[in-house]
């Protein structure tokens, strides 16, 4: 069974730091592109990073550009969302998701094949 799970949310103030998880199982993160999606309240879900599998290349929204790190270990079949000087506006539920498909930039949601079920992050002081 193909499966991926999220960990590492929770509340934060705002500056701060998380490091979100995504534990891969059923399939091999390094052979697929795996990215790092949120979803704010009445917002559209947002693409925030994604790491390729033919190259490692990491992509990044400009909102988080210099401020979010992604990485992927591939002896825990795992890929990692690093998350620096958070700002309340990057509070949403954060989900990974694995693409076959995409393999420059970020790609549209509709382009991943499967998806964890998120964890929520909130930056408030």
């Known amino acids: 069974q193909l499966q991926l799970v999220e960990s590492g949310g929770g509340l934060v103030q705002p500056g701060g730091s998380l490091r979100l998880s995504c534990a891969a199982s059923?399939?091999?993160?390094?052979?697929?592109?795996i990215g790092w999606f949120r979803q704010a309240p009445g917002k559209e879900r947002e693409g925030v990073s994604c790491i390729t599998s033919s190259d490692g290349s990491e992509y990044y929204a400009d909102s988080v550009k210099g401020r979010f790190t992604i990485s992927r270990d591939n002896a825990k079949n795992t890929v990692y969302l690093q998350m620096n000087s958070l700002k309340p506006e990057d509070t949403a539920v954060y989900s990974c998701?694995?693409?076959?498909?995409?393999?420059?930039?970020?790609?549209?949601?509709?382009?991943?094949?499967?998806w964890g079920q998120g964890t929520q992050v909130t930056v408030s002081s």
């Open positions: 059923g399939f091999t993160v390094a052979y697929y592109t």
């Open positions: 998701a694995a693409s076959s498909i995409v393999d420059y930039g970020l790609g549209m949601p509709t382009l991943y094949d499967y």
